[in-house]
């Protein structure tokens, strides 16, 4: 029986992403199929470059192409193409038409390490070939321009009219601690805050992108009103920590971004335990396992938790976050797996809001 590229994609077809709930060949992912007599090349290409369930795809992906018959031998090529889920506001055109996903971090109080999941987020995504700028939106405490190194810094504006991001550990960043001294204490009222806010996120060149990552500041102020007024955002990530004081707030969080239809994407548990330098021994400070539950409790994903270390703080002060500083280590390890899932979640988001391309054969 000779090999087709109709049996090909009769064969992908049956793959299904877990993520999207569809099948590889429906969500345009099959591509450049050539046969060759019994041979054949394809490429798939993933929603994201940090795609979680890669793994299985392939895996299910190879076992199909094993089924076909009369095909003897298969050479896939992977590639990734990371679809927009909206960048722009709600309006026709759009605020970052050239932005692909918008991703909110945030959390229900101070003292989770929300900029300590954002920043190692957008590097991670980074790392993976991501196109990422990371915005630092919590006026009141910018940290980002120490987290990444970029201290006192200044971006420039070519126009006089725009800014343009300074760049670090292959991301953009926008931050306003770039634009005020370190020293100067910002007391602004709502409609100065949403005035600022726009400013970073229209006036600032951030060309193409596939996500842009907005520290928010901790609680449940202006901020995250503004954006859901003026952008439409992938989704949020809720930061917490295991102790239930933590986790309280995390509900009100939660209740904010329903109440100004941002879907979340699920909850991250920073500071889940300590694990012992010397000998490897787990102390659980704060708790353990309150994020997973409040995920279960709210019916929203776990993205998975990050354990107490000195080399995250170690990191974070020296200006290289800890997901490229000791990429080996179990933190940095669970930042790549947060990262992952939350670019799975976005993806799976993405797909619900527009329709899926339709693949023929020719």
Known sequence: MSVTEASILAAMSKVI??????????????????????TVKLKIELTTPACPM????????EAALKAVPGLKSFDI??????????????????LLPKVKNIILVGAGKGGVGK??????????LAQHGAKVGLLDADF?????????????KKPVSPDGKSLDPLIAHGMKVMSIGFLVEADQALIWRGPMLHGALMQLVRDVN????????????????DVALSLSQSIRAAGAVLVTTPQDVALADVVRAKQMFDKVHIPVLGIVENMSQFVCPNCSHV??????????????????PFLGEVPLDLKVRVSGDSGVPVVIGAKD???????????????????????KSMPLPVVQAR
């Open 54 to 61: 890669k793994g299985k795809i392939q895996a299910d992906s």
């Open 140 to 152: 009141y405490g910018p940290s980002i321009p120490l987290m990444t190194g970029l201290g006192e």
């Open 329 to 351: 280590s179990l933190e940095a390890k669970a930042f790549q797996e947060v990262a992952r899932n939350i670019a799975g979640r976005v993806s799976a988001q993405g797909a």
């Open 17 to 38: 992403d877990p993520e999207l709930h569809v099948d590889l060949v429906k969500a345009g992912m099959v591509k450049d199929i050539r046969v060759s007599g019994d």
């Open 77 to 94: 090529e992977w590639g990734a193409q990371v679809r927009s889920s909206g960048g722009g506001a709600p309006s026709p055109g759009g």
């Open 283 to 300: 102390t659980p400070i704060f708790n353990h396992g309150g994020g997973r539950k409040a995920a279960e409790m709210f019916g929203i």
């Open 115 to 124: 900029s300590t999941v954002a920043v190692n987020l957008a590097a991670a």
């Open 206 to 221: 951030w060309g193409e992108l596939d996500y842009l990552v907005l520290d928010l500041p901790p609680g449940t102020g």
